[in-house]
């Protein structure tokens, strides 16, 4: 049973960080791709980051880039995602992604197989 678990969410002021983790388990972690996404309140579920199987390529949406660092460790079977100068519209529930191939650095949520339950990230102004 694959089973990918965020957490690090929270409260943070404006102009504050934030690392949030997703464990997996249940799957070849090194032979996924891994992804960021958010949804925020009456709004779609938005590509955020995505980084390929060795973690030497990433991408960004462009409302983040130089803001948050996607990062992963195979070894832990954790994918990681720096946010750093926090914004009150970076508010959303973030989920993390397994991507079907080794490379999948798009937001395409159609190349994505496993999806976790999210974790609360509130920036407040």
């Known amino acids: 049973q694959v089973q990918l678990v965020e957490s690090g969410g929270g409260l943070v002021q404006a102009g504050g960080s934030l690392r949030l983790s997703c464990a997996a388990s249940?799957?070849?972690?090194?032979?996924?791709?891994m992804g960021w996404f958010r949804q925020a309140p009456g709004k779609e579920r938005e590509f955020v980051a995505a980084?390929?199987?060795?973690?030497?390529?990433?991408y960004y949406t462009d409302s983040v880039k130089g803001r948050c660092t996607i990062s992963r460790d195979n070894a832990r079977n954790t994918v990681y995602l720096q946010m750093n100068s926090l914004k009150p519209e970076d508010t959303a529930v973030y989920y993390c992604?397994?991507?079907?191939?080794?490379?999948?650095?798009?937001?395409?949520?159609?190349?994505?197989?496993?999806w976790g339950q999210g974790t609360q990230v509130t920036v407040s102004s």
């Open positions: 980084i390929n199987w060795s973690g030497d390529r990433t």
């Open positions: 992604a397994a991507g079907k191939q080794l490379v999948v650095l798009t937001g395409t949520t159609a190349l994505y197989d496993y």
């Open positions: 249940g799957l070849p972690f090194s032979r996924h791709a």
